[in-house]
T-cell receptor, first 110, second 116 residues
Framework: QQKVQQSPESLIVPEGAMTSLNCTFSDSASQYFAWYRQHSGKAPKALMS????GEKEEGRFTIHLNKASLHFSLHIRDSQPSDSALYLC??????????FGKGTSLTVIP | GALVYQYPRRTICKSGTSMRMECQAVGFQATSVAWYRQSPQKTFELIAL?????????EQNFTQEKFPISHPNLSFSSMTVLNAYLEDRGLYLC????????????FGSGTRLLVI
């Protein structure tokens, strides 16, 4: 069973739109959560991470963590074609294992 | 900056043969190295986590007998896919970080394995 569930599986949005990606996790003891972005043919790269409940904003990107509902999300404001990539959410469990979801493939249409 | 190199970038092996892939960390100490397999069906399965001076921990569907891993120092790790079959196809990614605990992994670009 997948420890980290992501939705949607794929998403197509117009340039300038607000994009929301969702992630649910199963281990309430998880201590660290991150979003990674993987452009086609490239290595996944850490985008943003968070340790505790709440929100964190960096430029056009905002992440939100709610441990009570086991929910973790990424929001992209004013989406750009260069944002097109596979977005992976990850959790670091209490046993230090880093699990990823299956990913959401985002395409931003100019 | 922190970089991770993986080689080969891609490889083809005959069914039933073995293939070794390597992971090199540059610019930081790879205290923990995690090996993943990314496939279209199951995307991003954790194979095993290796931490220097600790035993390598394999995930439920992966074994040392099938995917032996070496992590001899703070800059290098290797993994072999023994007796490879079609279901072993995929992109094998190595992620490393410089301490235990909650921090980001730096990933290599992966080794793409094709089994024929």
């Amino acid at each position: 069973q997948q420890k980290v569930q992501q939705s949607p599986e794929s998403l197509i949005v117009p340039e300038g739109a607000m994009t929301s990606l969702n992630c649910t996790f199963s281990d309430s003891a998880s201590q660290y959560f991150a979003w990674y972005r993987q452009h086609s043919g490239k290595a996944p790269k850490a985008l943003m991470s968070i340790f505790s409940n709440g929100e964190k904003e960096e430029g056009r990107f905002t992440i939100h963590l709610n441990k009570a509902s086991l929910h973790f999300s990424l929001h992209i404001r004013d989406s750009q074609p260069s944002d097109s990539a596979l977005y992976l959410c990850a959790e670091n469990t209490g046993y230090q294992n880093f699990y990823f979801g299956k990913g959401t493939s985002l395409t931003v249409i100019p | 900056g922190a970089l991770v190199y993986q080689y080969p970038r891609r490889t083809i092996c005959k069914s039933g043969t073995s293939m070794r892939m390597e992971c090199q960390a540059v610019g930081f100490q790879a205290t923990s190295v995690a090996w993943y397999r990314q496939s279209p069906q199951k995307t991003f399965e954790l194979i095993a986590l290796s931490t220097v001076n600790s035993a390598i921990k394999y995930e439920q569907n992966f074994t040392q007998e099938k995917f032996p891993i070496s992590h001899p120092n703070l800059s290098f790790s290797s993994m072999t896919v023994l007796n490879a079959y079609l279901e072993d196809r995929g992109l094998y990614l190595c992620g490393a970080r410089d301490r235990q605990g909650n921090s980001d992994y730096t990933f290599g670009s992966g080794t793409r394995l094709l089994v024929i």
